[in-house]
């Protein structure tokens, strides 16, 4: 089977989607299939891979690690051109919320192909936390330009949110799936596909095994807390620290990431001179910052309402760390294994890395669920898209 994937940025960029993909590409192959990745071109680098079709592109961020493909006809022939000399495509998975999804959808209605629509983005939440009071008109200005380029069926309902948006492309979709029992339901309640299957994403197998043979015993002492993921307002880094702060835990605090607010958490910390002792480690390879997880007496998730996923306290538990959820979400897919903050309030976060720092110095950290460590692996959530992917593509192989 040929699985064309599309994607917003490139799959060696910086990003949780982009890992994800990077990862069922190599799954897929492993199990004998062909896959070709739509993406953007990342401005001043090439990249000797054969599955890799690179479109025109512009920079959209100023360390030119991001960029955009207007969707057109210049970037559909583009395409067109690079896939001919490949085996026949058999299938689209289109995992993109934005250019790279009005493209793979555009693809697939010219070669009357089936779509399967991974949904990685909660549109509305997202504009709201980066763009702030502006929001509203980005979002109808955003379902106009999909409109344009991507004209809704006669029977799709229109409209102007985020879920009008997410509509708009699920419309040309064969299957459509989401990361998350959560966020499948959400996607359902608003119309956007009739019925979507909840898949992780996953965690290579090999590497899980080699950080888990690796690590050793947690040592006692000071609890360990890290805190992993991109340092912008959506993820909540800043209440975090000052929860950290308020709360007066007598701990080691790790903050592994990087982003636009990493200048006003360090003022932050350096201002409120919190009993713990916060380290920021910048951004680690995928591999180290698992080892930090393994590492760590817990994993501090802080977003709500955010995250389709929110993949950290599924590494951390896969590695047998438990966590603190701010976001009920993903306490109920994870189940058990970890410390719920009751509230969004600083306060009430403040209370629970309180008890949970209480917890670990006595020996009474809570338990992981068992059952996230066997879900996460790759392995098992490459079968089960290929299990989809026959349904939809009965003769591929």
């Known amino acids: 089977m040929h699985v064309v994937f599309f994607g917003d940025?490139?799959?060696?960029?910086?990003?949780?989607?982009?890992?994800?993909?990077?990862?069922?590409?190599?799954?897929l192959?492993?199990?004998?299939?062909?896959?070709s990745v739509v993406?953007?071109?990342?401005?001043?680098?090439?990249?000797?891979?054969?599955?890799?079709?690179?479109?025109?592109?512009?920079?959209?961020?100023?360390?030119?690690e991001y960029a955009m493909s207007v969707p057109g006809k210049r970037v559909d022939r583009f395409i067109d051109a690079a896939l001919a000399s490949r085996p026949p495509v058999d299938l689209v998975h289109v995992q993109a919320d934005f250019w790279g999804g009005i493209t793979g959808h555009r693809f697939a209605r010219r070669h009357d192909l089936p779509v399967v629509h991974t949904m990685h983005n909660r549109v509305d939440v997202g504009l709201r936390a980066t763009a702030g009071p502006i929001a509203p008109l980005a979002l109808r200005v955003l379902n106009a330009w999909q409109r344009r380029l991507l004209p809704l069926p006669a029977d799709v309902r229109a409209g102007s949110d985020g879920w009008a948006y997410l509509r708009g492309l699920a419309a040309g979709s064969a299957a459509v799936t989401a990361p998350s029992g959560h966020f499948a339901r959400r996607l359902?309640?608003?119309?956007v596909f009739g019925h979507v299957d909840a898949m992780w994403n996953g965690a290579d197998d090999a590497?899980?095994?080699?950080?888990?043979?690796?690590?050793?015993?947690?040592?006692?002492?000071?609890p360990r807390f890290v805190w992993v993921g991109r340092m912008s307002p959506e993820k909540r880094l800043l209440p975090f620290l000052r929860a950290v702060a308020l709360s007066g835990i007598d701990a080691d605090v790790e903050v592994i990431g990087g982003g636009g607010q990493l200048a006003a958490a360090r003022r932050l910390v350096a201002g409120s001179?919190?009993?713990?002792?916060?380290?920021?480690?910048?951004?680690?390879?995928?591999?180290?910052?698992?080892?930090?997880?393994?590492?760590?007496?817990?994993?501090?998730?802080?977003?709500?309402?955010?995250?389709?996923?929110?993949?950290?306290?599924?590494?951390?538990?896969?590695?047998?760390?438990?966590?603190?959820?701010?976001?009920?979400?993903?306490?109920?897919e994870l189940e058990?294994?970890?410390?719920?903050?009751?509230?969004?309030?600083?306060?009430?976060?403040?209370?629970?890395?309180?008890?949970?720092a209480t917890d670990?110095?006595?020996?009474?950290?809570?338990?992981?669920?068992?059952?996230?460590?066997?879900?996460?692996r790759q392995s098992s959530r490459t079968a089960d898209m290929i299990e989809l992917y026959r349904r939809l593509v009965p003769s591929g192989s």
Do not use: C
Not at 12 to 23: F, I, M, N
């Open 273 to 332: 001179t919190p009993t713990a002792h916060v380290r920021f480690a910048g951004r680690l390879p995928y591999a180290d910052t698992l080892r930090r997880l393994a590492e760590a007496d817990a994993v501090v998730q802080t977003s709500i309402g955010f995250e389709t996923q929110g993949m950290t306290p599924f590494e951390a538990a896969a590695l047998g760390t438990p966590a603190v959820i701010s976001d009920p979400d993903i306490a109920g």
């Open 188 to 191: 359902e309640e608003h119309d």
């Open 207 to 222: 590497v899980l095994d080699s950080v888990l043979t690796e690590a050793g015993p947690r040592r006692p002492g000071r």
């Open 29 to 35: 192959e492993r199990a004998g299939h062909t896959v």
């Open 39 to 64: 993406a953007p071109k990342m401005p001043g680098r090439v990249f000797d891979d054969p599955g890799y079709i690179d479109t025109p592109s512009i920079p959209i961020t100023l360390d030119r």
């Open 336 to 356: 058990t294994g970890f410390w719920a903050v009751p509230d969004e309030s600083v306060a009430a976060l403040a209370t629970t890395l309180r008890t949970a």
């Open 9 to 27: 940025q490139h799959l060696e960029s910086s990003g949780g989607a982009q890992v994800s993909t990077r990862l069922q590409r190599a799954f």
């Open 360 to 376: 670990i110095a006595g020996g009474r950290a809570v338990a992981v669920n068992p059952a996230v460590g066997t879900r996460f």
